[in-house]
């Protein structure tokens, strides 16, 4: 196997569970959600599709605004995102587990607050669960030393986005071959490792038709997660477990492909591998 002639054992460890990550199905809140949804049929769209739409559009910009830096470069000892590109793998995993653990803490505490109202909460949820995740996804990007500076960034965390919130294996396989395209492009960086340069970028008007595909997926698939809250007196716990899972399946899914851009960027031997996603 090519992986065992690759990096360290720890490094070894990683491809082993990204490329599980990648096989494996939508967890098991994403699967019941779309099995219990399925008698229900046109109401799983209760969140409008233009409400999603319009998050994603703000938490794409808002997210990164609010992902500050200063902690990682802090934890990470360097004076620049780009330099954690170069430091040890186990060092940025560290980093990441204390963003996603924050980030599931904060996503608990909103979604039950908002889940004690029902359906105007659950509506009202969403752009804040949006911003959230995004913060999150980016942030994580940080801690293996990936800031989103152009079109092809920002399209890459949609489609974290959008894996996370899979409620299929088809939807993940689908997210995770677009980043798999995304990754070339963004293969060549500049001398600094702070930069990507994109001989051929996607355009900002992409990523906008990126959003409006990404939106109908997302909100279906939210309301889907987000159903049970509407059981009587519940409403407050299933928003916090839902909205928890869902931080924890993003957490993850950012992590994963983070980690995998980093190692094949650190070893192009990889970027040959057979696994096309990884």
């Not at 490094?11 to 229900?40: M, N, S, T, Y």
């Not at 919130?165 to 960086?189: C, I, P, Y």
């Amino acid at each position: 196997m090519m992986d065992k002639m690759v990096g360290t054992v720890y490094e070894r460890i990683q491809l082993r569970d990204i490329r599980a990550w990648e096989a494996a199905a939508p967890g098991v809140v994403g699967r019941a959600a779309g099995f219990l949804a399925k008698p229900v049929g046109g109401f799983v769209q209760m969140i409008p599709t233009g409400i999603v739409e319009k998050a994603l559009k703000s938490a794409n910009s808002v997210g990164k605004n609010l992902a500050d830096v200063q902690d990682i470069l802090r934890d990470g000892e360097v004076t620049a995102v780009g330099m954690l590109r170069q430091k040890d793998l186990r060092l940025c995993d560290a980093l990441a587990d204390k963003v996603h653990n924050r980030a599931i803490g904060l996503a608990a505490a909103e979604g039950g607050a908002t889940g004690i109202t029902g359906l105007p909460g659950i509506v009202a949820d969403v752009p804040a669960l949006m911003v959230l995740v995004l913060r999150t996804i980016h942030k994580i990007g940080y801690c293996y030393g990936y800031a989103a500076k152009t079109p092809e960034e920002d399209a890459f965390a949609l489609q974290i986005l959008a894996a996370a919130s899979a409620n299929s294996q088809q939807e993940k396989a689908g997210a995770l071959m677009a980043m798999a395209e995304l990754e070339h492009r963004l293969q060549a960086v500049d001398a600094t490792g702070t930069a990507p340069i994109c001989r051929d970028s996607l355009g900002r008007e992409t990523v906008l038709l990126l959003i409006q595909r990404l939106a109908r997926q997302v909100g279906v698939n939210l309301t889907k997660r987000k159903m049970m809250e509407m059981v009587p007196g519940l409403g407050a716990i299933v928003g916090a477990a839902m909205n928890g899972n869902y931080l924890q399946d993003a957490g993850w899914a950012a992590r994963r492909k983070f980690q995998s851009r980093w190692l094949r960027e650190r070893y192009p031997e990889l970027r040959d591998m057979e696994n096309p996603t990884f």
